[in-house]
């Protein structure tokens, strides 16, 4: 079965400074989420990525995906307290609107 | 993108009772999906909710813990049988559709759960 793997389980990072937050799969990839969460609260979409070394910005975050598929990375430029929250990155093996597996999340704290 | 909604939004529910906890979309969707959140984790995926059959169990979940409906493609329901402290979780519905090539899920608000 599929397994996400998520790099740091938390992160303190001062405001103003840039952070980046890793997932890799035991599997090539079909589609990679990642999906943003406030404490206690439901999921938010960030980005969907689906071909190999494909990139997707959108205000201060990035994300990329690497040519295997396997691996994606989640970047924050210049934090802001709006940052914190827990970040989830997801995937799904196969096409047609399958479920999603996720991977254990990163919180992320943003320190004034 | 689809606009979701769950309730309740939270509830504190004795052990032993059940507890259903309804999602409605604004859209007709295909795929609808049951997710669980325990305290402090990530979400676990519990079923897939398949309109006009029985539902999807993954794995470590069963028909008799989590009962499900979907009546239309509007809506679903879970309901939490015979609970117990450890089903104390928020409980979360997504729908995913096709968007172009590949798959968008949305997320409901969630259902807190809490068991004495």
């Known amino acids: 079965s599929q397994e996400l793997e998520q790099s740091p389980q938390s992160l303190i990072v001062q405001e103003g400074k840039n952070l980046t937050i890793n997932c890799t799969s035991s599997?090539?990839?079909?589609?990679l989420y990642w999906y943003k969460q406030k404490y206690g609260e439901g999921l938010i979409f960030l980005m969907m990525?689906?071909?190999?070394?494909e990139e997707k910005s959108h205000e201060k975050i990035t994300a990329k995906l690497d040519e295997k598929k396997q691996q994606s990375s989640l970047h924050i430029t210049a934090s802001q307290p709006s940052h914190a929250g827990i970040y989830l990155c997801g995937a799904d093996e196969y096409s047609s609107a399958s479920k999603i597996i996720f991977g254990s999340g990163t919180r992320l704290s943003i320190r004034p | 993108s689809a606009v979701i909604s769950q309730k309740p939004s939270r509830d504190i529910c004795q052990r032993g009772t059940s507890l259903t906890i309804q999602c409605q979309v604004d859209?007709?969707?295909?795929?609808m999906f049951w997710y669980r959140q325990q305290p402090g984790q990530s979400l676990t995926l519990i079923a897939t909710?398949?309109?006009?059959?029985?539902?999807?169990?993954e794995s470590g979940f069963v028909i008799d813990k989590f009962p499900i409906s979907r009546p239309n493609l509007t809506f679903s329901t879970l309901t939490v049988s015979n609970m117990s402290p450890e089903d104390s979780s928020i409980y979360l519905c997504?729908?995913?559709?096709?968007?172009?090539?590949?798959?968008?899920?949305?997320f409901g608000p969630g259902t807190r759960l809490t068991v004495l």
């Open positions: 990525l689906q071909k190999g070394g």
């Open positions: 599997k090539t990839l079909y589609g």
């Open positions: 859209s007709q969707v295909t795929m």
């Open positions: 997504s729908v995913g559709a096709l968007a172009g090539t590949y798959n968008e899920q949305f």
């Open positions: 909710a398949n309109q006009g059959s029985e539902a999807t169990y």
